[in-house]
């Protein structure tokens, strides 16, 4: 035995013990937390609702209306989306009109706040309401489109372009 009362054969197996535990430590991952990250979803327009009402969460797949980090795809061929003051102020990632849609914002504000750019290639008649496109946004209206009795608005960077 020795002076601190334990023999040579326990000390010897504490050090491998301590040994294999260290060895395994080693070997057990290590996880890392990640920043908080904002995830944008995809809001599809299937029309199954009203069949033209913006704010109807029933015409978009899984039952949502489009919010400020979502991107709304009307790629539904002859849907005609209506955005009206019953709407009241909102806003949406981007908007991605298909050539054989069309979108009329007649009342209310729509705000399109990016990062994803915005194609509006449908018809789209704008008779009301607000329209502002900001945040390094860029909304590229390049369907037949009317404008009258509304205002548009390009701020903090953002660009509302009507191609020639």
Same mark, same amino acid.
């Given at each position: ?89 909102? =806003? ?20 399109? =706040? ?51």
């Amino acid at each position: 035995m020795r002076k601190n009362g334990k023999s040579r054969g326990v000390a010897r197996r504490d050090r491998r013990g301590s040994a294999r535990r260290m060895a395994r430590a080693a070997r057990v991952p290590l996880v890392e937390s990640l920043e908080p990250r904002l995830l944008l979803a995809a809001a599809m327009w299937n029309g199954a609702g009203d069949g033209t009402s913006w704010d109807d969460p029933l015409n978009w797949y899984d039952h949502f209306v489009p919010g400020a980090s979502d991107d709304a795809y009307i790629n539904f061929s002859g849907a005609s989306v209506t955005f009206d003051s019953s709407c009241g102020t909102r =806003s949406v990632g981007s908007i991605q009109l298909a050539d054989t849609a069309t979108f009329n914002l007649t009342g209310g504000s729509l705000t399109i =706040s990016g990062p994803q750019a915005s194609v509006l290639a449908g018809q789209v008649n704008i008779s009301g309401g607000d329209l502002t496109v900001t945040m390094d946004t860029m909304a590229t209206i390049s369907g037949a489109a009317s404008i009258s009795g509304a205002s548009l608005y390009a701020d903090n960077g953002g660009q509302i372009i009507f191609p020639s």
